[in-house]
């Protein structure tokens, strides 16, 4: 066995934070632990323009200036993704909701399915440090693995510890001046959703400007805590 724990009934985690506060690496982690399926719009997005499909053309200049992709899209985005078959193991949702409309998108979404939402987890961080733990990241380019300049550096520079892959890739909105766009757009329009999920008795919130295992321990814990 690979230690994966498997959850016993589909479960629904929201990963809530600001751009930098590890909501990926975090992700990817429980994904690995529990079998659970990472759903991330960004990336999702970022495939879409890639691909030069309608929504990635739409997206693409919106997304270089740190703004908010419509809801429209991005609800369209993600509904379609939900519904593939390995999503029936329980998703993580990185990224998405960012509005308050994309939550009431979510709850009507989950409704039709006779799904819940397990936990919001609100990963909380200074916002200061958020620009430098943005710019000095960069991820495998073969198989995802997140890696950091200062705080999480591969056993042999420019190796991936995953998968040997040697492509490593930087975010083109990872600039320091469109990452403060995206903090702007992050207070203004997706830290309201905090108490939108406090309202509704699923939230959890954690310090997340710690060491990146003790994070994944604690996190670790509320999903066993909630899908148990
Ligand atoms: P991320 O990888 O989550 O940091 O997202 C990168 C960019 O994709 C964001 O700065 C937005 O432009 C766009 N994006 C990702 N998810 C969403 C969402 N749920 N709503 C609107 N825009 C999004």
């Given amino acids: 066995m690979d230690g994966t724990t498997q959850v016993t009934t589909p479960a629904v985690l929201i990963l809530l934070g600001p751009p930098g506060a590890g909501k990926g690496t975090q992700a990817r982690m429980l994904e690995e632990k529990f079998g659970l399926v990472q759903l991330s719009t ?7 323009v890639a691909a030069g499909t309608e929504a990635g053309l739409a997206a693409k200049a919106v997304m270089e200036a740190g703004g908010l992709v419509s809801d429209e899209i991005v609800i369209a985005i993600l509904r379609d993704r939900i519904a593939e078959p390995d999503c029936a193991r329980g998703v993580i949702l990185d ?34 440090a958020m620009v430098e733990r943005i710019s000095g990241r960069y991820t495998c380019g073969n198989c995802g693995e997140g890696y950091h ?24 909105d990872d600039r320091a001046e469109t990452v403060a766009s995206r903090l702007e757009a992050y207070h203004a329009q997706t830290a ?15 310090d997340a400007m710690g060491q990146i295992d003790d994070i994944a ?9 909630v899908t148990g």
């Avoid at 799904?115 to 909380?124: C, G, R, T, Y």
């Avoid at 309201?192 to 954690?206: D, E, M, N, T």
């Avoid at 321990?217 to 805590?225: F, G, N």
């Fill in 192 to 206: 309201p959703l905090i108490a939108y999920y406090g309202g509704k008795g699923v939230l959890q919130s954690i």
């Fill in 95 to 128: 990224g998405f909701p960012r509005t308050t409309v994309q939550a009431g998108a979510l709850d009507e979404l989950l409704g039709e399915s006779g799904q819940k939402i397990n936990a919001a987890i609100s990963l909380e961080v200074d916002d200061g």
């Fill in 149 to 172: 300049d200062s705080f999480k550096q591969p056993a042999v520079a420019g190796v991936c510890d995953k998968c040997g892959g040697t492509e490593m890739k930087r975010r083109a």
């Fill in 217 to 225: 321990a604690e996190m670790a814990r509320i999903v066993t805590d």
């Fill in 42 to 48: 960004g990336d999702l997005l970022r495939a879409a």
